[in-house]
């Protein structure tokens, strides 16, 4: 009856990251009546503060550019890659997501969404059958003016304020040692100053992305409640038929007439969900309100979970203010390498992060993990990780330099000796160019964050010349990627595989389609705007 009921709508919607506005986006273009609600003050998820890429085989900027790639290789690679990772990674799922992906790319992008491609960008297994480079798009650099009062709000304002984009990194990380990175650095730094002196606000990378997702949402007046958590989903006859939102501390229920699509992330800050699941408090980069809060109220509702175990791993640095720093281009640069507690290394560095994080959670050398390099790492590399902050990094005792390798083994209590045979072994094989313990360099995704200057294995430098510097890693993360089990609907399923009607769920609240690895660049981000579009689109037809 309408009097139990404080609002009525066709589709309510949890969560403004990538996954709930297209869910949105997609539910408001069936004609639907739909509700967003936020449970932090801040919209854009984890999206926001995200490189913001989306991996889209067979997208239609490859086509449009003359790349070959089709999704029979696309599903090749990813069988390949991913193997058997259960229900969550299932055959429907990868068909839908594959046959899916261009569909919404054509669709946003005639929403106004401008796409571009970031053609350098290898898959993270590119030698694997059915890798490809290039898979990979991004939004280009969005004008904040167009939101009015709502950029206030966005979390996109806690990523940087530039136009940015993921194929301007890689070659800005070597901005100052190569003629490729100088000349993508001083069209970074003209791109910017043109863009703010026409007077626009720009912003670039997963803040461009959700600043463009949600300009079309406040087009289609879309309501958005911020600060309103969604606390128990309303069940009857075994269907979901509505919300609890706590919206400014009072209670109101909402009846989804179609359905309620679940889209609030992971549990990335949910130490208790991290020690019992991952054996360890999280060190993540995911934003402060990813407690898993969807997730329960889903499991609630008889939703089963699958991959809890995992997450979107890569190593960080923990910086003075107890944040942490997710490292990329630094790990992968030459005149570096990554040791366990006893000076060994113990993987290679230049990886898919997803792997050197497993490898770091796996590793049984009890102690830290350092991240050691030499003078010319920190000379010609952008250190996205201390950013102009060594001294404070310093101070705080998180960053240790050393004159010499056996100075800085005794700094971070390890073995001189010790530490100077892994670094005599390894810079042998910077002579040969082959790396015997690891395979360091090996592949078109290791190169990517490599210097091709540096010969005869662009990721493989010597440690040779002080000052030395020593930064700890943690097993950190993106976010996590164990969640609600759905099918290729978006759909939430029950432990016996039956649908909850009226339950859907994308993104990190979902356990994720890509299994326990990372297939390519956006791959968190493309299933959650695919499976967020399907949601939308099957709740259209109940």
């Not at 009856?1 to 009525?8: A, I, K, S």
């Not at 936020?38 to 900027?61: F, R």
């Not at 991004?138 to 993921?166: H, N």
């Not at 100053?193 to 406040?218: E, F, N, Q, T, W």
């Amino acid at each position: 009856m309408t009097d139990q009921w404080d609002y009525l709508v066709d589709v309510l919607v949890a969560g403004t990251g990538a996954a709930g506005l297209t869910a949105a986006i997609a539910a408001a273009d069936q004609g639907l009546d739909v509700l967003m609600v936020e449970s932090t003050p801040k919209w854009g998820g984890t999206t926001a503060v995200s490189g913001g890429g989306l991996w889209v085989p067979a997208n239609p900027l490859m086509i449009r550019d003359g790349v070959r790639d089709s999704a029979e290789e696309a599903l090749t690679y990813m069988d390949d890659v991913i193997g058997d990772a259960g229900p969550a990674s299932s055959p429907e799922r990868r068909k839908a997501f594959v046959r899916t992906g261009p569909e919404v790319v054509r669709f946003l992008g005639r929403k106004g969404v401008r796409w571009r491609r970031s053609a350098d960008y290898p898959d993270y297994y590119p030698d694997r059958p059915g890798g490809k480079i290039g898979r990979s798009l991004e939004v280009a650099g969005f004008d904040t003016r167009l939101l009015g009062d709502w950029y206030a709000s966005s979390r996109a304002k806690d990523g940087i304020p530039l136009p940015l984009m993921t194929d301007d990194v890689w070659l800005l990380a070597r901005a100052w040692s190569t003629p490729s990175g100088f000349v993508r650095g001083a069209r970074f730094v003209f791109r910017s100053i043109g863009a703010y002196a026409s007077g626009k606000r720009p912003v670039g990378l997963g803040g461009a992305l959700v600043s463009s997702l949600m300009h079309i949402v406040r087009t289609q007046q879309t309501p958005v409640w911020l600060s309103s958590p969604v606390v128990e989903l309303i069940v009857e006859d075994g269907a979901v038929v509505g919300a609890v939102v706590d919206k400014d501390g009072s209670r109101r229920r909402v009846r989804a007439r179609r359905g309620v699509v679940l889209g609030s992330g992971g549990f990335a800050h949910n130490r208790e969900w991290r020690e019992k699941h991952h054996g360890i408090p999280g060190y993540s980069s995911a934003p402060e309100g990813d407690l898993g809060t969807a997730i329960e109220a889903g499991a609630r509702a008889g939703g089963a979970l699958a991959l809890m175990d995992d997450a979107w791993w890569g190593g960080s640095a923990l910086g003075p203010e107890g944040g942490a720093h997710f490292m990329l281009a630094e790990r992968s640069m030459p005149f570096g390498i990554r040791v366990d507690a006893n000076g060994d290394r113990f993987a290679n560095e230049s990886e898919s992060y997803v792997d050197l994080g497993h490898h770091m959670l796996q590793h049984d050398v009890p102690g830290p993990m350092w991240l050691i390099t030499e003078a010319r790492h920190a000379r010609r590399y952008l250190n996205t990780t201390l950013l102009g902050r060594k001294k404070e990094w310093a101070r705080a005792g998180l960053l240790m330099e050393a004159p010499s390798l056996e100075e800085l083994a005794k700094r971070i209590d390890m073995r001189p000796e010790r530490l100077r045979a892994t670094v005599e072994r390894f810079n042998g094989f910077t002579r040969t160019g082959v790396d015997e313990d690891f395979g360091r360099g090996r592949t078109a995704y290791d190169n990517y964050y490599g210097d091709p200057r540096v010969k005869p294995n662009p990721n493989l430098g010597p440690l040779e010349k002080g000052p030395f510097r020593a930064i700890r890693v943690y097993p950190g993360d993106l976010g996590t990627k164990g969640g609600l089990l759905t099918d290729e609907h978006g759909r939430v399923l029950r432990e016996d595989g039956s649908v909850i009607a009226g339950l859907y769920a994308a993104g990190n609240t979902t356990a994720s389609v890509m299994g326990r690895t990372y297939p390519g660049p956006g791959s968190t981000i493309a299933p959650a705007v695919v499976f967020g579009y399907l949601a939308a689109r099957h709740a259209a037809t109940r």
